[in-house]
């Protein structure tokens, strides 16, 4: 497949963002809706956020503000130490309920996948929030290079384990490595994207480097980072943080204001960015995202499911 965009690009060859912005306004506008997620560079599908603009944040707010507990539970953790780790070379095995198993090194991914440029709402379950434009692929792509076997439902995903470059393994926050998963459905939506880069740059290491999931609609400890294994399996996985604290983070964690975590609640956030005096914004079902996901869950009680 020929790509629109490389991830190994240098600066000077990328798009200027200030660029592409202008075109996604001028799309914006001739389509008639507040923002457009999506397709900026020649997509087939338009994704409308028509709640609300997508202003992006800034390159600091997003590679200085981050949650990567693997380099510790602070904020600020993540820019400073995530440096150390190895990213080159690089592969993800890919195993389970697939015709194909084994282990994709990056390059054969990025040779196969097509690169496109997406700019989504980022929710993170503490109540704040970002914009970022994303370059990535669609997870299905990356199942189907696998080969998804009929009988499986879940796909289960693992972060890097390597205790001698992340100093937050040390401390057992969590059951080391970083485990997170999405039903089968949920994984082969549209908007679920496997992330490379971002504003047209790779991905910073504390954001994930070489290839981190992006799960718009659901709470942003659902988008792991730095993965090293996918599992197709006929059961749902266990993750990171519901193995913590299954009371407060359940398997779904899809964005829902009208569900509260135990100790806060979910109904409104903070835009990270907005300055010390700006208000909080209602938090929106399926952080905006409700109509193109909503199908997914229904007849399901989205309070026992959270
Ligand atoms: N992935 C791994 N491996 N380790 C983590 O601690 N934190 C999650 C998610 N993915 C996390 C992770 C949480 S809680 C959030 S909010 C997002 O990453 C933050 O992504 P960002 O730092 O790129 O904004």
């Not at 996948?113 to 704040?128: G, H, N």
């Not at 080391?176 to 290491?205: C, S, V």
Request: hydrophobic letters at 40%; proline letters at 6%.
């Amino acid at each position: 497949m020929a790509h629109r965009w490389k991830n190994n690009l240098s600066d000077g060859d990328v798009t200027p963002y200030a660029a592409f912005l202008n075109r996604r306004q001028i799309m914006a506008g001739l389509g008639g809706t507040a923002g457009l997620g999506l397709a900026a560079l020649g997509g087939t599908t338009a994704w409308a956020d028509t709640a609300r603009a997508l202003e992006p944040n800034s390159w600091d707010d997003v590679t200085t503000y981050c949650n990567f507990y693997e380099f510790g539970t602070g904020k600020g953790d993540p820019a400073a130490y995530a440096g150390q780790m190895t990213t080159k070379p690089w592969s993800v095995e890919i195993d389970g309920l697939v015709d194909r198993p084994g282990s994709y090194s990056m390059a054969q991914i990025l040779e196969a996948m097509t690169l496109e440029e997406r700019i989504y709402r980022f929710r993170c379950v503490e109540a704040w929030s970002m914009v970022v434009p994303w370059q990535g692929f669609e997870l299905a792509d990356l199942l189907a290079l696998a080969g998804v076997q009929g009988g499986a439902k879940y796909v289960a995903f693992e972060t890097l384990y390597r205790p001698s470059e992340m100093p937050g393994t040390a401390y057992k926050v969590l059951d080391w490595p970083y485990r997170e998963g999405l039903r089968l459905d949920e994984a082969q939506h549209p908007l679920a994207i496997m992330a490379t880069g971002i504003f047209g740059k790779p991905l910073p290491n504390q954001n994930g480097a070489p290839l981190r999931l992006v799960v718009p609609w659901k709470y942003g400890f659902k988008s792991i980072k730095s993965i090293v294994r996918i599992t197709l399996t006929d059961q749902e996985p266990p993750t990171s943080w519901n193995m913590a604290n299954g009371r407060e983070y359940g398997f779904y964690s899809n964005v829902n204001p009208k569900v509260d975590h135990p100790r806060w609640s979910q109904a409104t956030e903070r835009r990270i960015g907005g300055g010390l005096f700006a208000g909080r914004e209602p938090t929106l079902m399926f952080n905006g995202y409700k109509d193109e996901v909503a199908s997914l869950y229904e007849g399901m009680d989205l309070a026992q499911n959270f």
